[in-house]
């Protein structure tokens, strides 16, 4: 691989490899863009700052153990625990976000009602620091969503104001049974004066509205209430308070904590939710114990019907009869019947129930009523731990009932286990009752037995005797259930919730952590100098053009002649007319550039120089130079003229004041013989031949002979021939005419000029095309102390059938003519 492939390679992978310097220096280059665009964030963040509420983190702490009663025996288990504590402090943590849990917080605080005052940028909630309190009536409908404003009358009495513009109708909802309604409304604003304390009765509205006596009313300012959807506040709340263990070695140490704009709200929430969730906790964890209660005192009824009756039928016997007592004989065997009754009552009320029970396990599926075992006197160890057992998986499935999705596979597994334990509560009652059956036959024996000995007896006293057995029977009953309702109370009034307040919510100051206004400003700051340095090097990424010699030397290894200032002028006569500028300079540096390359040729030194000025496209300054630098050879005594080729787009001709009527087109057409085309300019040393006339076959004439002919002509009567070309990159026609150039300078304009145009000239170099080629960078800007800019306005385009304004149609016609037979060869 030569040096020169070497090199091209490099080039072209530098032309992805964006420059950290160049980079830096466009950033520096866009510092006012920068400048407002962090302004501009920092005035948004301010914007957003001032008109958010603040926010604020209020917590308490709560603890969730497993309180037994005090009152707790393995006789009298009316009471017990359902688990350990992970197990309490899971379900606490899952009910929080309960529908529910929060339907029942929502309602006990009335969330649903809001307290509003006007704000300097929004409406405030004003929550227990309202001036007035509105009382509504739960079974009527109340409007939804829209502003309901006080205006203070005097001591007694107000304003009520609502808005009803472009609405014919109102939602409304009762809070009591939740549904929603539409209201008709018939007029636009609602306007009237009512007194506080005396209630209210309006389509959308109904409740009393008290005055807050211990907040006084500020008349700048505007009140107003509202009423919310019920559901939409529920879920507003729901996630809202996190429960978290205070610490791994105090995990039934809840902290519960809560975030929101009003601490009051925050407090009110908190605790409630925390009362209420003891609250539930205790309910089921007593629902054992009200069940037993509730079947006591149906049972105790009974009992009680049955010894009225009794003692209603011994006082009877007493008046009928004279027996008031037996012989101690016979109280010894009355009181072993008496025992033998008890007995029998005793068994067969553990065999109602264990039916009873046997039943409802077959016939129900919600096993969280089934009454204690104990309450009728049934002590077996495993009926009363299935029992137990099946009522804890009954209540945790309620709980799950209210978090999850039917279906889910937790219930068949909290379904699989109930049966299981169901399947053998029912062979345990089985066998009890056998055994109980085997007792009762036993007692009923030994009852006969006894009673056939009291055969005997008069018939007065058999009687009194039976009426006896019955009375002391249901008196023995009741005090039994009289007990165990006793028991039951006792130990459901002494049962405490698993859950109770180690610490309660209260605001005692503090407690803010938004809005976080340093941050905000932070973030804009960052956003505001980041997005513009991003978009900054997007466009460098993007950016193909060539801002700096340092690329031109990357992207190529032809030679740099010269550089050209930006210089802002009313033609391209810069050299002429300003000739002590420091463009001036710069061309009378190509100038002394271009010598060198010359005297390394081996023509003659008496014939005439060309000189070829082309470049990658239109725009970058091609005719500028072409002038400028014919013009520094003219004004160095040397005799010079100015050829302009491009004959799609001519253009050196108006700089001159000269018109294109005549010019190369018509000489190589064999209209006009060379001299005839040249014209003398009103600068010294200085002539010129335009292009003439625009032909349709601009590359067919410039490869003609007459061409080269034209050219060695003037090589003898010229010191320099300077070639005003087409663009190289553009038309094939500059290629032609390199072939006449004794050097060639191809124009490169700064931010302007496409690193990709390079290739093409470097290819064309590296074949052998273009020899003699060098590179005159234009639009260069330089700063300093006394700076100077250098620039000038131009432009460019081609394409055939554009003439030009100054020719005749007949004109135009007749070069056409002619050109096409200079080419074709044919006679018209």
């Known amino acids: 691989m030569s040096d020169f492939d070497y090199e091209l390679e490099t080039n072209e992978s530098n032309q992805i490899n964006f420059d950290l310097k160049g980079l830096f220096f466009k950033i520096i280059g866009y510092w006012p863009l920068i400048l407002i665009s962090v302004l501009i964030a920092l005035g948004i963040a301010y914007y957003v700052n001032v008109r958010k509420q603040n926010v604020y983190q209020l917590e308490s702490l709560i603890s969730v153990e497993n309180e037994q009663s005090p009152f707790f025996t393995t006789n009298t288990s009316i009471s017990f625990n359902w688990g350990g504590v992970s197990g309490k402090v899971g379900k606490v943590v899952t009910e929080l976000n309960t529908r529910t849990h929060n339907e029942l917080v929502v309602d006990s605080l009335e969330f649903y009602k809001q307290y509003l005052r006007e704000g300097k940028y929004n409406l405030i909630d004003i929550y227990k620091k309202s001036p007035f309190e509105v009382i509504i009536d739960k079974t009527s409908p109340q409007m939804l969503g829209r502003l309901i404003e006080i205006q203070p009358i005097d001591e007694g009495s107000f304003q009520l104001i609502v808005d009803f513009e472009g609405l014919k109708s109102v939602g409304c909802q009762n809070y009591s049974s939740r549904n929603i309604e539409q209201k008709t409304i018939g007029q636009s604003i609602y306007n009237q004066k009512h007194t506080y304390g005396r209630g209210i009765s ?135 019947l008496k025992e033998l009754d008890q007995s029998k009552e005793l068994e067969k009320s553990k065999l109602q129930y264990l039916n009873s029970l046997e039943n409802y396990l077959s016939t129900q599926k919600d096993y969280t009523k089934i009454v204690a075992p104990t309450s009728v006197g049934i002590n077996e160890a495993n009926i009363i731990a299935s029992v137990q057992s099946i009522t804890m998986l009954a209540i945790e499935r309620q709980k799950l009932e209210y978090t999850t999705q039917p279906g889910n596979v937790l219930f068949d597994d909290l379904d699989r286990r109930i049966n299981a334990e169901k399947n053998v509560l029912l062979e345990t009652i089985t066998a009890t009752k056998r055994t109980i059956s085997f007792q009762l036959n036993d007692i009923n024996n030994n009852i006969a037995k006894l009673e056939s000995e009291l055969r005997n007896l008069p018939e007065d006293q058999q009687e009194f005797l039976k009426i006896q057995r019955k009375l002391d029977l249901s008196i023995e009953t009741f005090n039994v259930y009289q007990s165990k309702l006793s028991e039951a109370k006792i130990i459901k009034a002494a049962n405490v919730s698993d859950i109770s307040f180690i610490d309660k919510a209260k605001d005692v100051g503090g407690g803010k952590i938004g809005p976080n206004t340093s941050l905000n400003y932070i973030m804009a700051s960052l956003l505001g100098f980041g997005l513009p340095i991003l978009l900054i090097f997007v466009l460098y990424l993007l950016d193909n053009n060539i801002h700096n010699t340092g690329e031109v030397e990357k992207l190529s290894r032809i030679p740099i002649l010269g550089l050209i200032g930006k210089f802002i002028h009313t033609n391209n006569l810069v050299v002429f007319e300003k000739p002590k500028s420091t463009v001036a300079e710069s061309f009378r540096a190509i100038r002394s550039s271009l010598q060198f390359i010359y005297r390394q040729q081996s023509k003659s030194e008496e014939k005439g120089k060309t000189l070829m000025v082309t470049s990658s496209i239109s725009g970058e300054g091609k005719t500028f130079c072409s002038i400028n630098i014919s013009t520094v050879y003219a004004l160095s005594g040397k005799k010079t003229i100015l050829l302009g080729l491009d004959l799609r787009k001519p253009k050196i001709f108006g700089d001159f004041d000269l018109d294109n009527d005549k010019g190369i087109v018509n000489y190589l057409i064999g209209e006009e013989e060379l001299e005839n085309t040249i014209v003398s300019t009103h600068i010294e040393n200085l002539d010129l031949i335009s292009s003439g006339p625009i032909p349709p076959n601009p590359s067919e004439l410039l490869m003609s002979k007459k061409l080269k002919n034209a050219i060695d002509k003037l090589r003898d009567s010229y010191d320099f021939i300077v070639l005003d070309t087409p663009p190289l990159g553009l038309v094939a026609d500059a290629l032609e005419l390199s072939h006449y150039a004794d050097a060639t300078i191809y124009m490169i304009r700064f931010d302007y000029t496409k690193k990709g145009m390079l290739q093409l000239v470097n290819a064309k170099y590296k074949n052998g095309e273009v020899k003699n080629i060098s590179f005159v960078l234009n639009f260069y800007k330089y700063k300093a102390r006394y700076g100077y800019g250098y620039g000038y306005g131009y432009g460019y385009g081609y394409g055939y059938g554009s003439y030009g304004n100054s020719y005749h149609k007949n004109e135009k016609q007749s070069i056409w003519v002619k050109a096409e037979k200079l080419i074709t060869g044919k006679k018209k």
């Open 202 to 336: 309006l389509p959308f509205f109904s409740g009393t509205i008290t005055r807050n006596s211990n907040i006084g009313y500020v008349p700048e300012s505007r009140h107003y209430f509202r009423f919310l959807n019920f559901d939409a506040v529920v879920n507003q709340y729901k996630n809202v308070v996190r429960a978290t263990p205070k610490s791994r070695d105090a995990s039934s140490i809840l902290r519960m904590q809560m975030i929101g704009n009003n601490k009051s709200r925050i407090v009110d929430y908190l605790n409630a939710t925390v009362e209420i969730l003891a609250r539930t906790e205790l309910e089921r964890k007593n629902l054992y114990a009200t069940n037993t209660i509730k079947f006591i005192d149906s049972s105790l009824a009974e009992v009680d019907a049955i010894l009225k009756a009794g003692t209603t039928e011994m006082s009877d016997f007493r008046r009928r009869n004279k027996v008031f007592d037996v012989t101690d004989e016979l109280a010894v065997a009355s009181e072993n």
